[in-house]
């Protein structure tokens, strides 16, 4: 999970949550302990990306101030669907969903970059696309000069809330939603992406596990120690492996890795369980 | 006449008490050992093998028991949706059910005394699960497979080995605590069979105890949540930027 972390800027949530809970250890603690350890693991990640000079600082506060709005309004969500009895289902389908979405997107827009042939018109050569003229025409325009781009900050406020949001449903730090929605929406360098990412997730996480350690008693602090012992070390042995793809290739490579996970969730919807009794609160 | 009746009475009496006395004066059962009494749940715990054994009067057969307390149990039921989808669609409730429930028989339970002399004696899964309707009655099948997937039911015929030495008929068998199993008290029943009545032979009890750093974990965690969590963060900010400072690149510059 280090390892992810450090390459892609992801937290690892998507992946160790489920990892953990096909252990047998209960979802509600896998996810709480899950994020101590991403506090970890991002940290470990940011900081090696900072020095690099890979965050941007005001794109990340931005949506981090925005995506912990989103979170607030995410817990509510899933207060008033546990309410219903289908959140874990609801978790589920989001899951599959978004992983499916971006990961398929990711593939195939990576492997024609790969192969130097382009399904989308090149930026430039025809007309803007809807959404390039929508966020052109939105007010307060910034410049983030780490990310070399000028864009209204209306765009990284709205999907730092919505990240946040689906972040607070799925039980992860949000980095591989994140991600994706730097690339394409917000045209950030690929290697700017995974720091500015690991410092939101950062953030995101700290506040998680205090939330859940406080609130809900989920947070196993024995087994968060185990798992960032290999994760710290692994950010950084991500990062300098990061430092040797091609971007297209670090995107490709994340393509691959949202698709196995979400297969694998999508088997959990179409296969039927092993008894037709689960315990209440688990995924 | 007279004192024939009453010799009679006297002898029918008798007849109908022997085979009490006889359970009770005759090979009298040993303790009931369980190793170990208490299990000490620590860093490294990772489920427990208790051995069991006791001696039991000769020609008896004999179920040993490990069970907790039954509490409520609320469940989800897992149903198919639209032919494809496997999503939960309702409750299930059942008013009584033990957390955890062993059994260790020297031959099928049903095999040992009738199902109503079962039922009274907590013996058998039917017996100890209290639907608290039609539908939980249904799912029942359901709770004993999720139950013995995690290892706290077992029903495990043939799991007491009877064996005959110089002092007697001696029974012993193992029960397997999973590493799931909650912190407690749990009761150690022996129950002998003779012409399929059931005996009281023995009982104990097994403790299951946090000990050590676990204990302390969870006292934290329970009792002083917010000073737990950001403990907790503030180790992991900590450990992952001395990680960060151990690894520094010496290389600069953005890429």
């Known amino acids: ?283 | 006449m007279r004192a024939r009746t009453a010799r009679m009475a006297v002898l029918l009496v008798a007849a109908g008490l022997l085979p009490g006395l006889a359970a009770r004066v005759a090979d009298p059962p040993g303790p009931l050992l369980v190793d170990p009494s208490r299990v000490r749940v620590g860093f490294f715990f990772n489920g427990a093998t208790l051995s069991v054994s006791a001696r039991i009067p000769d020609g008896y057969q004999a179920v040993v028991r490990l069970s907790s307390g039954a509490e409520r149990l609320e469940l989800k039921e897992k149903g198919r949706v639209g032919g494809v989808l496997w999503m939960s669609v309702g409750d299930v409730v059942f008013d009584e059910a033990p957390v955890l429930y062993q059994l260790l028989t020297t031959a099928p339970l049903d095999t040992l005394a009738p199902a109503v002399l079962l039922d009274e004696w907590k013996l058998g899964y039917a017996a100890v699960i209290v639907p608290a309707d039609g539908a939980a009655t249904r799912m029942l099948p359901e709770l004993v497979k999720l139950k013995e997937r995690g290892g706290l039911y077992v029903d495990h015929e043939g799991g007491l080995r009877v064996s005959r030495d110089g002092d007697g008929v001696r029974v012993d068998g193992r029960f397997v605590l999973p590493a799931s199993v909650r912190p407690g008290e749990y009761a150690v029943d022996l129950i002998g069979f003779s012409a399929e009545r059931p005996f009281r032979l023995g009982s104990t009890t097994v403790v299951v105890e946090r000990v050590g750093t676990v204990r302390m974990m969870w006292s934290l965690a329970m009792e002083h949540g917010l000073f737990y969590g950001s403990t907790a963060v503030v180790v992991a900010l900590v450990t992952g930027l001395l990680t960060g400072l151990l690894f520094q690149s010496k290389r600069h510059g953005a890429h």
Do not use: W
Request: hydrophobic letters at 55%; proline letters at 3%; one cysteine or more.
């Open chain 1, 1 to 283: 999970m280090g390892l992810l972390s450090g390459l892609f800027g992801v937290g690892g949530g998507f992946l160790m949550t489920p990892l953990l809970i096909m252990l047998g250890i209960p979802a509600t603690i896998a996810a709480a302990s899950d994020s101590n350890q991403i506090v970890a693991a991002s940290a470990s990640g940011c900081y090696a990306h900072f020095r690099e000079g890979n965050v941007d600082l005001k794109m990340g506060l931005l949506m981090l101030v925005s995506g912990l709005v989103g979170g607030t309004v995410g817990v509510r969500l899933i207060q008033v669907l546990r309410g219903l009895g289908e959140a874990n289902f609801v978790i589920t389908v989001v899951y599959v969903v978004m992983l499916g979405g971006i990961g398929s997107y990711m593939f195939f827009e990576s492997l024609s970059g790969l192969r130097r042939r382009t399904y989308a018109r090149a930026v430039g050569r025809s007309r803007p696309s809807i959404y390039r003229r929508i966020v052109e025409a939105l007010p307060l325009k910034m410049h983030f000069p780490r990310s070399k781009v000028t864009i209204s900050a209306v765009m990284p406020i709205l999907l730092g809330l919505l990240v946040g949001v689906l972040a607070a449903i799925m039980g992860v730090g949000g980095g591989f939603i994140m991600v994706p929605v730097m690339i394409y929406l917000l045209r950030m360098p690929m290697h700017v992406v995974v720091g500015t990412s690991l410092f939101q997730v950062l953030f995101t996480c700290v506040n998680v596990t205090v939330l859940q350690a406080s609130m809900n008693h989920t947070v196993d602090f024995l087994l968060a120690l185990l798992l960032l012992a290999g994760s710290v070390v692994g950010a950084q042995i991500g990062v300098r492996l990061g430092k040797r793809l091609h971007g297209e290739q670090l995107k490709i490579l994340m393509a691959v890795v949202v698709l196995l996970v979400m297969a694998k969730m999508l088997l959990g919807l179409l296969v039927e369980p092993a008894a037709l009794l689960d315990y209440k609160g688990e995924l």
